[in-house]
C-alpha cells in the first residue's frame, strides 16, 4: 500500500525538476492543471470552479489523504492510514485492528489524538522573493538565508492569519527542487475522530503477500470526522459519492498528497540511492521483520502489538525493494544519462547559461563523495537508525527542543520554528502505548547493527557497549525512562532546557550524551552534500524552465496534486490483467488462515451479498505514496472509489511514470455500499452518505 | 569466515576461464603452477618435491581445508571448520562450541561422524576422451553425454581402484569452464575425530561485527585426527610448524581448496546476478537472521542451538552483501565489458573459429532470459528455498535416491552415481541432533517467502496452503516425521522404492508431492540454461586457450590449489594497516560480552602470556572460501600459519583480484604455541607438535 513511509526511504533525494509530460503522466498542482490538454486528450472540462470545489473538500492527514464526503466533516480514507489510531486504542489483550470499528452514535466516535486534517484554501507564489533574498550568496551562506527567509515568511503568514476569525496554518512549499517557492495556506483539523473501519481481514485482504498486487480484493476503507471545538465540522465543501462506481475506459481523476518522487535526480544521486543507500536500507529493514514475525509467536499479545509496526515495515520493504530492482535497469538509467547529457550540453554550450551556473551536474557527483563517505554515521547518529525507539525519539525531540526554542525563530533547526511546535506538542501529547517489549526489541536490534556497520571501535560505539551488549544496554535505557508517559514527556517539554538538563531519564541523558555527534555530522552534511545540491539542483531547475516553462509538473513534495487517467487493466507478460475484480473471488481465495482469512461476520453475510460487485479497480493515474486514501473521482468531481495501492509496476514511479504498466488500485465505490448496507448494516453512515440516493 | 558457503551462493554461476594472471593473482593447479615466474618474482624455488610433499600432507575437509601436522594423523585447521561437528555433540544443555574440547588422551577424542578427509595422490587429464565423446553434439545431447561420460570414467576409475590394497575415491573435474576435464584420486579418510578447539569466544572473538576485518584477534584453530581402522592414520606426509610465525615481507604459499570464484561469466551472468539473484538472496538471508536473533532471546537452549546456524548465515550474509557490493561497481563491470568485447572480436574477425563457434557470448546471453524467468520457481522448488529443513532436505534424498538407484549408473542424476553414494549414506547416518523447535522456524519461515514470491495463486503454493498457514503446515511436517531418527532414514534408504512409496512420513509425502514439479524446472533448467551456457562456455575457453594456452590458472572448483603471496598489509582510506596484530589489543577490546568476551581461562592466564605476541596477520595470497584451514606456509614448505579468513575486500575476489586490497587473513602459528602452552597446557599436543623444537 502507498503509505508515507516513501518520505523517509527517499530521504537522500532532492527533486530538481519534471519532464515534459507524456501520456497521461503527471501530479500537477492545482494552480497549473493543463486544462486545455486534459480537454484534448479526455474530452472533459476541468474548471476554475471543479477545481476550487475539488481542492476544498480534499484533506491532508498524516502521510495520506482523505476527501469530506458529508457535510458534518465526514471524512473517507483508507484503513491503513488509520492503523495509528487503531493501534493507540488498542492494548495488548484487545486489538482495534482486528475487530473493527463502527460508531453507531457520535459520541461513540473515538479521538485520534495524533491525527490531523489539513485542507488547502489559499497558495501564494514567493518565488521572487526567495530569489532576491539568495541573490548572488555561495551555496552555504544561500542555504542559511534560504532556510531563515522561509521560516519568516510563514511566521508573518500565521501571525496575520491569528487575527482572523479562522487562522489558518502557513507551510513554506519548495517545488521544481527550488525552481518555485510557495506559501499554502491550511485550514487545520486538530480534533479528528475514527467513525468506521472495518477488520483489518478485509480492509487488507491478501496482507503483505498481495500488497501491491492486482487483482485484489481489499475493503481498505476507514471514516473519520473532524471535529471543531467538540461538535462535528461544518463542511459544505464536500464531495458526492456516485456508489455504482466507474466503468473500464473512464476517464478518473485522483486528488490527493503524494509524499515525493525523484524524477529529477542526477545520475551521480540516483547511483548513490542504488549503491549505497537502499541495500543497507534494505537488509535493515528484512533483518527487522524477521525479527517481528518471531517475537510475533511467543503469544496472542506479541501478535496484536507487533502487528502495526509489521505492516508499516513490510509495507516499506516492498517498496525498497522495488525501488532497487527499478535502479537495477540499466536501460532505465542510460535513459536518464541520455536526458542528462543533453541539458547539460545545452548549458555548456550557451556562453551566458554556463558562465552563470558552471556545471551543476558535476558539483552534484562531487557532492555525492562526500554524501556517500558520512553515509553511514549520519544515518545511524544523526538519522537515529541506531536508536530504534519510540523512547529515543521523544528524547531527541525535548533535548534538541529545549536547546532551539530560546533561539530567535530564524536561527532554530528548520524542525523547531515556531510553526511546527504546536503539531511537536500534539505528538508528544498523544496517548499511543508505548510496548517495552517492542522498544526492547527495536532498540537492541538497532544498537547491534550500529555496532556492526560503524564497527566496534567506532568512538560512540565504544563509548556506549564498552561493558554492554546491546540487549543489556537496551534493557537498562527503556527501564530507566519514564518518557512512555505522555505527562511526563510534556513536563520536560514545558520545563525547557532547566527541565532537560535536571533529567535524569536514562533516554534523555543517551540523547544527550550523543547530541554533540550528531549535530556535527548534520552541519557537515548540510554544509557539504545540502547546500551544494540545493543550489546546483536550483540552476538545472532555472536551465530547465527557460526551456519548457512550467509544462512540466513538479516533483511530488506532500502537496495536494492532481492526476488524470483511464479506468485501464494492463498487459502481464502477453496476458492481460482486467481493471475490475469481483466479490466472487474473494471468498474463493479465502483459506481461513490469516492473512486470507475473512471474518465471520463476512461469511454470514455471503448469501446476502451480490458477489458480481466489483470490488477493486485498477486505473492509469499518476500516483505515488501519500495518495493513500485520495477520492477516485469522475469528470464530474463525484468519487467513484477510493484510492489505497499502485500494482507493482507503480512502485517505479518513484523515478519515471511507465503508462504501459503502472497502475493506481482503488476500491470500488459499489464495494463500499456493498459492505456498509449488507454486511455491517451501518444505517446511520448508509444515511449521511445518502447510499443508493 | 570463509566457508563451504560461498558455493551455495554463486550456484547460478558458470566459469569459463582464468584471466592472464598479473602481481600474485591465481589459485594454480598442482599440475601446473608457474615455477619460473615466481622463482623470479620471489627468489623461491618451488620445485616438484616440494609440491609433491604438500600436496600429500594436504587434505579436504567438508567445505574446509586442512594439513596433516603429525606422522599420527594430526589435522590442524580451523575451529569454524568442526562447528557441525561441535554442533553434533552438543544438546539444549550443552555446547561444546562454548566450552571447547581437548582430549588428553586418544580416547577422549570424538568422531565427527560426518567428517571426511580427502588427500589427492594422483591426477589425470582426460580432456580428448570428453571431448571425443561430445563432438559434433547439439548443446543438450552434448551435456548429456558428458555428463555419462564423466560418471563412467569415474567408475571405472573406482572399480579399478578397488581391488587394489588402497582403494581411492575418483571424482571427475572440470577446470577452465569446460577447457579441460580431469580425473583426480583421493585417498579419503572417513573416521575423522575432534582432538582440540578454544571456546568459541576466543576462536571467533569479535563474531559477526569482526568477520571478514582486519586488524583482528582470534584463535580459529582445531586440531582433528584421522583414523584408519579405528586407529590413528599412519601419516608420514606431514608438515613442520614454524612457531615462530612470518615476518613483513616474507614470502608465503597457501595450500587448500577454494571452493568457487566466478571471474569468467560473461558480463550477462554477472548482470543477473546482480540483479536477479543476489538481492533476494539477500533479503532472505537477512530476514532469517533477525528470526533467528529474535528466537535465541527465547531461553538459553535457544541461544545454544541456534549459534551454529545463526554463524553460518551471518557468515553468508556478509559475503553475499560484499558480492553484490562488486557488482555494483560500474567501473568493474566496465572492464569485463571491454575484456569480453576484446575477445569477442577477435573471435568474430576468424573466419574458422566464427564458423566454428558461432556467437557464444549472445547464447549465453539468450539463455539468461530463461534463467530470469525461471528463477524464482525453480529457487523455491528446485533449490527447496521454499522447504529450509534438515528433514525436507532428509526427504528429498530419500525420494530421490530411491527413485534413481534402479536405473543404470550412466543415466542417474549426477548426485546420486555410484561413486557418491557412500557419502550420501555417510550423512544420512549421521548423528547430528534436529531440534523441532529449529525446523519450525527454518520450514515456516521459507513456506512463507515461497507464498510470497511464488505469489499465494501459484499451484503449489495454493495446494499446499488452500487451508494452512506456514506455521501450522510446518507444525503438521514436523510433528508428522520420523526422519530425525537416522535409523529411520537409513531403513528408508536401504529399503529402497518399495519403502519410500509405503511411507506415510509426512516430510516424504511433501517431498513425493513436489517431486514431479521440482523435476520439471530442474529439466527445463538444464535444457534450456544449462546445456547452451556449457557449451558455449567450452568454446569460449577454447577460444581463450588458443591465444594464451595454460599461462593462466582456472576459475576455484572446490580442487587443490596453490596461490603464492606476501606477508603484507595495505591502505585504508589513506591510512596504513600493519600486517600484524599483537595479543595486548585482545584485552583491551574486551567488554565482558559476547562476541568480545574473553573467556574466564584467559583471563586467569593473561599475567602468563607474552602481550607482544603475534596474532593474526595479512598476506596477498589469492585465496577464497574452501581455503579456511589451509596452511600457511613459509617457502621450504613449513607451516607458519593458518589461514582463516580474508579482509572484507577479499570477497570480490569472486569475481576478481584485486592487488591492493585483497587479502588473506591467518593466525600467526606464534598465537598457537601460546595458547596451546601457557592457556590449554595441552601438554600431549605440545610434544606431539614439538612446539619449541
Not at 199 to 216: H, I, K, L, S, Y
Not at 656 to 666: H, L, Y
Request: aromatic share 6%; with cysteine.
Amino acid at each position: 500500500m502507498w503509505t508515507r513511509r516513501l518520505a523517509a526511504i527517499l530521504a537522500a533525494a532532492t527533486a530538481v525538476l519534471g519532464t515534459a509530460a507524456h501520456a497521461d503522466e503527471g501530479m500537477w498542482t492545482f494552480d497549473n492543471f493543463p486544462r486545455a490538454l486534459v480537454a484534448e486528450r479526455h474530452g472533459v472540462n476541468i474548471d476554475a470552479a471543479w477545481l476550487e470545489r475539488v481542492r476544498l473538500a480534499t484533506a491532508r492527514l498524516s502521510g495520506c489523504t482523505a476527501s469530506f464526503v458529508s457535510a458534518d466533516g465526514l471524512l473517507l480514507t483508507n484503513h491503513h492510514c488509520v492503523e495509528g489510531c487503531l493501534a493507540e486504542h488498542s492494548s495488548r489483550e484487545r486489538s482495534l485492528n482486528e475487530s473493527g470499528l463502527l460508531a453507531r452514535e457520535r459520541t461513540d466516535e473515538i479521538r485520534c489524538s495524533t491525527q490531523i486534517a489539513d485542507v488547502l484554501v489559499d497558495l501564494e507564489d514567493i518565488t521572487a522573493r526567495v530569489a532576491a533574498a539568495t541573490r548572488g550568496l555561495d551555496d552555504r551562506a544561500a542555504k542559511e538565508r534560504r532556510r531563515q527567509t522561509l521560516t519568516n515568511l510563514e511566521q508573518s503568514c500565521e501571525d496575520t492569519s491569528s487575527k482572523s476569525r479562522n487562522p489558518l496554518k502557513c507551510e513554506a512549499v519548495t517545488l521544481y527542487g527550488g525552481g518555485q517557492y510557495w506559501l499554502y495556506r491550511y485550514r487545520r483539523y486538530t480534533d479528528v475522530r475514527l467513525v468506521f473501519t472495518p477488520e483489518d481481514a478485509v480492509a487488507a485482504f491478501g496482507g503483505d503477500p498481495d500488497n501491491f498486487q492486482f487483482p485484489r480484493w481489499c475493503l481498505d476503507m476507514a471514516l473519520l470526522r473532524a471535529y471543531v471545538a467538540g461538535r462535528p465540522a461544518r463542511t459544505p465543501q464536500h464531495l458526492k459519492i456516485d456508489f455504482d462506481g466507474p466503468d473500464d475506459g473512464d476517464t478518473v481523476l485522483v486528488a490527493g498528497h503524494p509524499v515525493s518522487t525523484d524524477r529529477q535526480l542526477t545520475v551521480a544521486e540516483l547511483q548513490t540511492l542504488r549503491n549505497d543507500v537502499l541495500p543497507p536500507q534494505l537488509l535493515r529493514a528484512a533483518e527487522l521483520r524477521g525479527r517481528y514475525l518471531q517475537f510475533a509467536k511467543t503469544s496472542d499479545a506479541a501478535t496484536r502489538i507487533g502487528s502495526d509496526p509489521l505492516d508499516s515495515l513490510e509495507n516499506s520493504l516492498k517498496v525498497q525493494r522495488r525501488l532497487l530492482d527499478a535502479l537495477l535497469d540499466d536501460e532505465m538509467l542510460a535513459a536518464k544519462r541520455g536526458q542528462e547529457a543533453a541539458l547539460r550540453t545545452s548549458v555548456a554550450r550557451d556562453p551566458k547559461l554556463s558562465a552563470l551556473y558552471g556545471d551543476p551536474w558535476a558539483r552534484i557527483e562531487a557532492a555525492q563523495q562526500t554524501e556517500i563517505a558520512m553515509l553511514l554515521p549520519y544515518t545511524y547518529l544523526e538519522d537515529s537508525a541506531g536508536f530504534s525507539s519510540r523512547l529515543f525519539r521523544y528524547a531527541r525531540t525535548l533535548v534538541r527542543g529545549a536547546a532551539e526554542r530560546p533561539k530567535t525563530n530564524a536561527e532554530r533547526l528548520r524542525e523547531y520554528r515556531d510553526t511546527a511546535l504546536p503539531r511537536i506538542e500534539q505528538n508528544l501529547a498523544g496517548a499511543a502505548p508505548v510496548y517495552p517489549e517492542l522498544e526492547q526489541l527495536t532498540l537492541s536490534y538497532s544498537l547491534e547493527r550500529m555496532r556492526e556497520w560503524l564497527g566496534p571501535d567506532h568512538p560512540v560505539v565504544r563509548r556506549l557497549l564498552a561493558t554492554e551488549s546491546p540487549d543489556s544496554l537496551a534493557a537498562k535505557l527503556i527501564g530507566g525512562s519514564k518518557l512512555a508517559d505522555p505527562a511526563v514527556r510534556l513536563a520536560l517539554w514545558n520545563g525547557g532546557q532547566r527541565a532537560v538538563d535536571a533529567s535524569d531519564d536514562a533516554m534523555i541523558e543517551l540523547a544527550r550524551s550523543i547530541d554533540a555527534e550528531a549535530r556535527a555530522l548534520r552541519k557537515r552534511h548540510e554544509d557539504e552534500v545540502e547546500a551544494p545540491v540545493e543550489l546546483a539542483s536550483e540552476q538545472i531547475a532555472a536551465a530547465r524552465f527557460a526551456s519548457l516553462g512550467t509544462s512540466v509538473y513538479p516533483d511530488a513534495t506532500f502537496t495536494l496534486r492532481l492526476s488524470v487517467g483511464t479506468v485501464r487493466g494492463w498487459d502481464e507478460n502477453g496476458a492481460p490483467v482486467a481493471p475490475f475484480t469481483t466479490l466472487d473471488r474473494l471468498f474463493e481465495r479465502a483459506t481461513g488462515r490469516p492473512p486470507f482469512a475473512v471474518p465471520e461476520r463476512w461469511l454470514a453475510a455471503r448469501p446476502r451479498l451480490n458477489l458480481a460487485t466489483r470490488v477493486n479497480l485498477a486505473s492509469d493515474n499518476d500516483i505515488v505514496g501519500g495518495n493513500s486514501g485520495s477520492p477516485l473521482l469522475n469528470s464530474k468531481g463525484d468519487i467513484v472509489g477510493l484510492i489505497f495501492d499502485g500494482n507493482i509496476h507503480s512502485i517505479s514511479g518513484a523515478y519515471w511514470f511507465d503508462d504501459a504498466k503502472n497502475r493506481a488500485v482503488a476500491v470500488d465505490a459499489a464495494y463500499i455500499r456493498e459492505a456498509l448496507t449488507k454486511v455491517y448494516g451501518a444505517t446511520n453512515l448508509v444515511e449521511e452518505l445518502s447510499v443508493g440516493h
